[in-house]
């Protein structure tokens, strides 16, 4: 441990500056750029930086490989039989995976259109880009999202949307962070350490989909990364970068989006979507407040199914009689959260406190709620419950 | 488990005739001046002969006893790590042929040598690094840049194999190489300074010397020498190979079968190639051969130098083929 860290700082000293602070995904971008150009030479001088810096970094020796083939003026064949073909594949996923979004990165000053209004109190969404195996850290920066990393991230073994145990899938959603379990107390498969999320959450729960224990975590030491995709649902990072992740997520505060893909618009189209929701959200809670319970009751869509069980005939029935029999209802509503929700086309996911006052009751809660837009335009509230 | 083996190649290369024509002429030469001289060259000889006959350990105090009285002498020296090689002492052959790159650093054989035992170790990187230190001085080296081409091949192997994890990721390769068994001394002027080396006094002159050549076969060389550039520029094949002469010899002692099938490949290989010619000077050899010296720039996708090549051409029915092609 000691000599290792001796031989990191040794190569920090002998590197030039510009390549310490190169990432080691940079470096092996940067030899690939270089191979491709026929700069054989200078390509494997990056390679044996990196190397010697990342000796698992497979994807690196891989591409190594293909250099010292390409030198030797030899057709040399990668090992083949015996199953080597999936970890063949698995790197060349990689490569592919990491090529594409060093080539296609998101467009400048673009958001991903989830975030149509995160907490005010968020600085940081973490945001997982399952199809691009890819995590970006997002930052509020004076109300502009900037991304302030991206990391390579593997996913379940079966890919995405999760809807059972066992199914290797992750899932695909919003969640919270439930603590931070360290290195020592976790076997040699997690790495440096994992961060719990809280699936199941409630829309989950309420698509019956089961499992537990999905976590962001690290890979163990005798790997760099592991495949594209390889775990049983986690997400998993290199070491260093999952350690680098903690001063940005808060457990039970930091938003982790798991999404099958992003879409990075320009804040304009993003601030138009967040207000044509807000407008919703605000007409119910006006038709609430002046007791019109039937324009309020408008809002529930047909298949609304309420907290404590009634349908939606059963809870036009309960609000009607509870309305009528109020002098005056007065909501307000505050710090709202709302995000589209990942893998439901049309589907905000919202959040906020609500202070409810009228003639014989008087309640500050905070509420959740799922909006649909439907196909022709119109917005109803599919479910909701008090957190 | 997943092994890989690569074609094994492992040849001495046959002593150059020419070579040996030229030693036997400095020998000769030594001889006439120096009595003890001789006797001393005439032990590095039989020690060489031994060598060659399997008497390693007579071979081998042979050539200490030569050392012990001239212990600068470097093809005694060269020709000792060559005997230690065969007698398994790896530890020893490979100090020697160390020293001699500390001490000769512009003779490449050392460091082919060098790094053909570094292989055997399965130490590839300080084989590469050996090689390339070869090829540094002398770009056109034939047998390093083959073996290099090994050695890569066995230090790709290894990278792929410990991409995808498997155990033997250097293990199951040992590549053997060309090991280089004669110092090219005389083409290359190596003469350390406080050493003597048999290849220090000048060949005697002459007797009668060679007319000088003459316009309209200069010109006639000038066009060989561009249509064989032009054919390995173009990649051409049959016109590359016609611009060789029957008689042609290999220098790095491959046959010539095994030549033209390398040369086949390096030349199909890269997606382009451009060889361009200057500074041509031609010279006369004997009265139908001539020497073409000039700067030789090779460029394609996979590599490029810049050389000093020369082509011997014999003038065969008119038309100008090449008999020998090395580099200064």
Redesign the interface.
Same mark, same amino acid.
């Given at each position: 441990m000691h000599i290792r860290a001796i031989c990191a700082c040794l190569l920090l000293l002998v590197a030039a500056p510009v390549t310490a602070a190169l990432t080691p995904e940079q470096q092996w971008l940067a030899a690939t750029e270089q191979f491709e150009q026929?700069q054989?030479r200078e390509a494997e001088r990056t390679l044996e930086r990196l190397l010697q810096q990342e000796p698992h970094f497979? *994807?690196a #020796?891989?591409l190594? /490989?293909?250099? *010292?083939?390409? #030198?030797? /003026?030899?057709k040399?064949k !990668? !090992?083949?039989?015996?199953g080597?073909e999936i970890?063949?594949q698995d *790197?060349a996923d990689e490569a592919d995976l990491r090529l594409r979004q060093h080539r296609s990165p998101p467009a400048a000053g673009h958001v991903p259109d989830l975030l149509l209004q995160p907490a005010a109190s968020a600085k940081f969404v973490a945001l997982v880009d399952l199809s691009a195996a890819r995590l970006h850290v997002l930052e509020n920066k004076g109300g502009q999202w900037q991304r302030v990393r991206s990391y390579f991230a593997g996913i379940g073994r079966k890919g995405f949307g999760k809807q059972s145990q066992g199914d290797l899938r992750t899932p695909v959603g919003i969640y919270r962070i439930t603590g931070f379990t360290p290195d020592d107390e976790l076997p040699e498969l997690y790495g440096a350490g994992s961060l719990p999320l809280d699936y199941p959450n409630a829309w989950d729960r309420s698509k019956k989909r089961t499992g537990s224990g999905i976590w962001l975590h690290g890979v163990p030491r005798?790997?760099y990364v592991r495949a594209p995709r390889s775990s049983e649902g986690c997400v998993t990072l290199a070491n260093e970068e999952f350690l680098s992740l903690k001063p940005f997520l808060t457990p039970g505060r930091t938003p982790v989006i798991l999404s099958e893909k992003v879409n990075w618009v320009a804040p304009a189209a993003l601030e138009a979507s967040r207000k044509e929701f807000l407008a919703q959200l605000e007409a119910w809670r006006q038709a609430w407040s002046s007791k019109n319970t039937a324009r309020y009751l408008d809002y529930y869509a047909p298949g609304f199914v309420s907290e404590d069980g009634m349908n939606r005939a059963q809870f036009a029935a309960f609000k009607q009689r509870v309305n009528a029999g109020k002098q005056f209802i007065k909501v307000s509503v505050a710090e709202i959260e709302a995000y589209r929700y990942p893998g439901e086309p049309g589907l905000v996911m919202t959040s906020f406190k609500q202070d409810y006052r009228s003639d014989n009751l008087a309640k500050v809660s905070r509420k959740q709620q799922f909006w649909r837009r439907g196909g022709d335009g119109r917005w109803s509230i599919v479910s909701e419950e008090t957190l | 488990m997943i092994a890989i083996y690569y074609a094994l190649r492992f040849f001495y290369p046959e002593v150059r005739v020419n070579r040996i024509r030229k030693h036997l002429l400095a020998t000769l030469f030594l001889s006439l001046c120096s009595p003890l001289l001789s006797a001393a060259v005439a032990e590095v000889e039989e020690a060489r002969a031994l060598l060659g006959s399997g008497q390693l350990d007579n071979a081998l105090s042979t050539i200490e006893s030569h050392l012990s009285g001239s212990p600068d002498d470097a093809e005694g020296r060269f020709l000792r790590g060559l005997i230690l090689v065969k007698l398994n002492k790896t530890a020893d052959a490979l100090k020697t042929f160390a020293e001699l790159t500390r001490d000769y650093p512009q003779l490449p054989e050392p460091y082919n040598n060098l790094a053909v035992i570094y292989a055997q170790q399965g130490d590839y990187e300080k084989a590469r690094d050996a090689l390339e230190a070869a090829l540094a001085t002398h770009p056109s080296y034939a047998t390093a840049h083959e073996n290099l081409g090994d050695i890569y091949a066995a230090l790709a192997g290894a990278a792929y194999n410990r991409a995808l994890s498997l155990d033997q990721a250097n293990q199951g390769i040992r590549t053997k190489l060309n090991l280089v068994s004669q110092l090219d001394t005389q083409d290359r002027n190596a003469v350390p300074r406080t050493a003597l080396a048999i290849s220090e006094p000048s060949l005697p002159p002459p007797v009668a010397p060679t007319p000088p050549t003459t316009k309209p076969e200069t010109d006639a060389v000038t066009s060989a020498v561009q249509a064989w550039a032009k054919a390995w520029s173009t990649r051409s094949l049959d016109a590359y190979f016609a611009a060789y002469d029957g008689d042609f010899k290999p220098e790095n002692g491959l046959a010539r079968g095994d030549w033209e099938s390398q040369r086949r490949e390096r030349i199909k290989k890269p997606q382009n190639i451009s060889v361009s010619v200057s500074n041509l000077a031609i010279t006369r050899v004997d009265g139908d051969r001539v020497q073409a010296q000039f700067r030789q720039k090779y460029t394609s996708d996979l590599l490029s130098n810049e050389i000093t090549k020369v082509l011997e051409l014999r003038n065969s029915g008119g038309t100008w083929k090449i008999v020998r092609e090395f580099a200064r």
């Open positions: 026929g054989l497979r *994807l #020796r891989w190594q /490989g293909d250099l *010292l083939a390409a #030198r030797s /003026g030899k040399i !990668p !090992p083949v039989g015996n080597v970890k063949a *790197l005798e790997t | -």
